[in-house]
């Protein structure tokens, strides 16, 4: 099945950015009024977030030894410049350790709850006119493609993560530059990574909702960062989990040019979709 294009909408690159933030905070509207099916959502992000917060405690238990590892010209430095150099070593490896666990931490979470989160995103899309287009997947099937398309993400950024650590030892720029950048490269994996179900459920993998989202990039970057950035939040993963995916479902429909909107009620009760 060949991806659709989709016509990005004619607005600024800015206000699309902020309106694709802006569905984190939908999402989280539904989180509130659906507490039921949300709070399901959390119990595998908080099993993903245990593991996680764990290995990444050891990066920070072990962040000085592996400065002096990869700054072995340093060892015959002064105290001052040496311990400088071995300072930023250290905050490019956190750098590159969130990063990556960030997005990983999103794949791991995501094939540990599927069903939950197959459910969050299902009763979304029915709120605003269920899915066009929809396939029937098998679980096992559906889980093996998302298991495969995770560790494809995964894999890429951290491609994408080394040149972004290996910038990390620009003094000021490897401290301000950098993690903006940082940002901006986990948003755009988290959103790819998140709004993995709503494709699966209409038959398209990863090239196809790749694509996709970039037709309107500003959005998907928008919404990516807005998750990235509350995972960074202590305990933000876990409790903004749920709510991202809601949130992401919404995000796979706007780029697919499909309602975002609850379909209004006639008086007689019956809904009518807006057009």
């Given at each position: 099945?060949?991806?659709?294009?989709?016509?990005?909408?004619?607005?600024?690159?800015?206000?699309?950015?902020?309106?694709?933030?802006?569905?984190?905070?939908?999402?989280?509207?539904?989180?509130?009024?659906?507490?039921?099916?949300?709070?399901?959502?959390?119990?595998p992000a908080l099993i993903s977030?245990?593991?996680?917060?764990?290995?990444?405690?050891?990066?920070?238990?072990?962040?000085?030894?592996?400065?002096?590892?990869?700054?072995?010209?340093?060892?015959?430095?002064?105290?001052?410049?040496?311990?400088?150099?071995?300072?930023?070593?250290?905050?490019?490896?956190?750098?590159?350790?969130?990063?990556?666990?960030?997005?990983?931490?999103?794949?791991?979470?995501?094939?540990?709850?599927?069903?939950?989160?197959?459910?969050?995103?299902?009763?979304?899309?029915?709120?605003?006119?269920?899915?066009?287009?929809?396939?029937?997947?098998?679980?096992?099937?559906?889980?093996?493609?998302?298991?495969?398309?995770?560790?494809?993400?995964?894999?890429?950024?951290?491609?994408?993560?080394?040149?972004?650590?290996?910038?990390?030892?620009?003094?000021?720029?490897?401290?301000?530059?950098?993690?903006?950048?940082?940002?901006?490269?986990?948003?755009?994996?988290?959103?790819?990574?998140?709004?993995?179900?709503?494709?699966?459920?209409?038959?398209?993998?990863?090239?196809?909702?790749?694509?996709?989202?970039?037709?309107?990039?500003?959005?998907?970057?928008?919404?990516?960062?807005?998750?990235?950035?509350?995972?960074?939040?202590?305990?933000?993963?876990?409790?903004?989990?749920?709510?991202?995916?809601?949130?992401?479902?919404?995000l796979a429909r706007r780029s697919?040019?499909?309602?975002?909107?609850?379909?209004?009620?006639?008086?007689?009760?019956?809904?009518?979709?807006?057009?």
């Open positions: 099945m060949d991806a659709p294009r989709i016509a990005a909408p004619v607005t600024g690159a800015v206000g699309r950015f902020l309106a694709g933030a802006g569905l984190l905070l939908r999402g989280l509207g539904l989180y509130v009024r659906s507490p039921g099916l949300m709070l399901l959502g959390v119990v977030g245990v593991l996680f917060l764990g290995a990444f405690a050891a990066l920070v238990w072990f962040a000085d030894d592996l400065a002096a590892l990869v700054t072995p010209f340093a060892d015959d430095w002064s105290d001052t410049p040496r311990g400088l150099v071995r300072v930023i070593a250290g905050l490019a490896f956190l750098g590159l350790g969130g990063l990556l666990a960030v997005v990983s931490f999103t794949a791991v979470t995501l094939v540990i709850g599927d069903p939950f989160y197959e459910k969050i995103s299902e009763r979304v899309e029915a709120r605003y006119g269920g899915t066009p287009g929809a396939v029937e997947v098998p679980f096992w099937s559906s889980l093996r493609r998302s298991l495969a398309d995770s560790v494809r993400l995964v894999a890429l950024t951290a491609l994408v993560g080394i040149p972004l650590f290996v910038a990390g030892f620009i003094p000021v720029i490897g401290q301000t530059v950098v993690p903006v950048i940082g940002a901006a490269v986990g948003g755009w994996f988290l959103a790819v990574e998140l709004v993995g179900a709503p494709f699966y459920r209409r038959g398209m993998r990863l090239p196809q909702r790749r694509s996709i989202l970039k037709a309107d990039r500003p959005a998907a970057l928008g919404f990516g960062v807005a998750v990235f950035l509350c995972f960074l939040v202590p305990l933000g993963a876990v409790l903004v989990m749920p709510a991202a995916v809601a949130g992401a479902t919404l697919l040019g499909q309602p975002i909107d609850e379909p209004a009620r006639r008086p007689s009760g019956h809904l009518v979709q807006e057009r």
